[in-house]
T-cell receptor, first 114, second 113 residues
Framework: QQQVKQSPQSLIVQKGGISIINCAYE??????FPWYQQFPGKGPALLIA?????SEKKEGRFTISFNKSAKQFSLHIMDSQPGDSATYFC?????????????FGQGTTLQVKP | NAGVMQNPRHLVRRRGQEARLRCSPM?????VYWYRQLPEEGLKFMVY????????ESGMPKERFSAEFPKEGPSILRIQQVVRGDSAAYFC???????????FGPGTRLLVL
């Protein structure tokens, strides 16, 4: 119930294309869903986050779509650029636990070809 | 405002030695989280601390691992008698409060020979 499942494991997209990464969760108590971007040798950096009271959040080229009934959320990267090549992690946190610990998906390695 | 600082960035230890990983949270942040990232895997929660208190250590192995966040100074993750399976990247994150954005440090890459 604490798991967050992420797919695909790897993704190759042409420059200018749309990258889509999906995550699914079981625990309906999760109430905060961030996406992190990680470059090789670096720590994860927060990209965008959403709470379950909204179905979509957009920041620049990055959009989170959230489907509460299906317990799924996804990251869309529009007009993908080579600089977007990185590993992306979805995560969820359990507000009721009062600890804020993040449960991460397994990660998706994105390669954007020029 | 400096970000989360971790040192050392790389640490090599032989089996049986001790590893000490340090984390200085962002200014004004009193909540510290440690995560471990094994090769080709996602990050796994280890422990959550506030100043001088361990709040949640449910992800920490029961033996050889300990963490502290003293009133003064950085948070320390200590691994005693390291084994090869401890080789991983260890990330610290800090936040100003619970269920607030967590900001990650650059990590310490531990290699056990």
């Amino acid at each position: 119930q604490q798991q967050v499942k992420q797919s695909p494991q790897s993704l190759i997209v042409q420059k200018g294309g749309i990258s889509i990464i999906n995550c699914a969760y079981e625990n309906t108590a999760f109430d905060y869903f961030p996406w992190y971007q990680q470059f090789p040798g670096k720590g994860p950096a927060l990209l965008i986050a959403i709470r379950p009271d909204v179905s979509e959040k957009k920041e620049g080229r990055f959009t989170i779509s959230f489907n509460k009934s299906a317990k799924q959320f996804s990251l869309h990267i529009m007009d993908s650029q080579p600089g977007d090549s990185a590993t992306y992690f979805c995560a969820a946190t359990l507000g009721s636990s009062n600890t804020g610990k993040l449960i991460f998906g397994q990660g998706t390695t994105l390669q954007v070809k020029p | 405002n400096a970000g989360v600082m971790q040192n050392p960035r790389h640490l090599v230890r032989r089996r049986g030695q001790e590893a000490r990983l340090r984390c200085s949270p962002m200014k004004g942040h009193s909540h510290v989280y440690w995560y471990r990232q094994l090769p080709e895997e996602g990050l796994k929660f280890m422990v959550y601390l506030q100043k001088e208190n361990i709040i949640d250590e449910s992800g920490m192995p029961k033996e050889r691992f300990s963490a502290e966040f003293p009133k003064e100074g950085p948070s320390i993750l200590r691994i005693q008698q390291v084994v090869r399976g401890d080789s991983a990247a260890y990330f610290c994150a800090s936040s100003p409060g619970v269920v607030e954005t967590q900001y990650f440090g650059p990590g310490t890459r531990l290699l056990v020979l």
